[in-house]
């Protein structure tokens, strides 16, 4: 498999990241995951144009210049997928600071960009296990709440709350789990969670 990294396709088991970098350390890193599904006409992203309008409200929130335009990066996902051959799979592409850094804002503003094309087929993943049936449960812990950090940001640092929801639902014996929220935000779990209520009155 072949990552796409600041412009050029190498393996993607070199794309390493120092342990001192800002974005490992202090999860600065930004991303997003979409789906590559097949169609008729071949293969295509689910929601493209949303989730790279979404990379870049991400930047924005936490104040990261990246080196890309929304249309380049739209192009380079398209040539990534085809690159790699997908035909029913995932992209994740991030935005990150990859530079070592002590501080806790890097002085060294330089973003890297990496996009990740991967077929199912290669981690022997069946779309049909994706969409199974799961139990839920709701965690113990609330979700961010908006005051404290910018939760419309997909940057790394706020997945600590899902993943630890996870950990817990896990223990419990249960494959994922939803937080509880303040009144006026919705629940929030690992992935999108649709609740059906059959009631004759609400």
Not at 12 to 36: M, N, Y
Not at 81 to 96: I, L, M, P, T
Not at 148 to 170: C, D, H, M, R, S
Not at 181 to 201: H, V
Request: net charge negative; proline share 6%; glycine share 6%.
């Amino acid at each position: 498999m072949n990552a796409w990294l600041n412009g050029e396709f190498v393996d993607w088991q070199q794309t390493d990241v120092s342990l001192l970098s800002h974005s490992f350390g202090r999860g600065s890193a930004i991303f997003e995951v979409l789906d590559i599904v097949p169609t008729e006409s071949g293969p295509a992203y689910f929601g493209l144009s949303e989730h790279v309008e979404r990379f870049f409200n991400s930047a924005r929130y936490i104040g990261m210049d990246l080196p890309i335009d929304s249309e380049t990066l739209t192009a380079e996902l398209i040539r990534s997928a085809a690159e790699n051959q997908v035909r029913s799979g995932a992209c994740k592409f991030f935005a990150y600071y990859g530079g070592i850094e002590m501080r806790p804002v890097p002085a060294d503003p330089k973003v890297d960009i990496a996009i990740f094309c991967i077929d199912y087929d290669l981690f022997q993943v069946k779309q049909e296990d994706l969409s199974k049936p799961v139990s839920v449960g709701i965690a113990n812990l609330r979700k961010l709440d908006p005051a404290t950090v910018p939760v419309q940001a997909k940057v790394a640092g706020n997945y600590v709350n899902p993943f630890l929801a996870k950990v817990e639902a896990i223990k419990e014996g249960m494959k994922m789990s939803s937080c509880s929220t303040p009144a006026d935000m919705s629940p929030k779990g690992q992935r999108p969670i649709y609740f059906s209520l059959r009631t004759e009155r609400c």
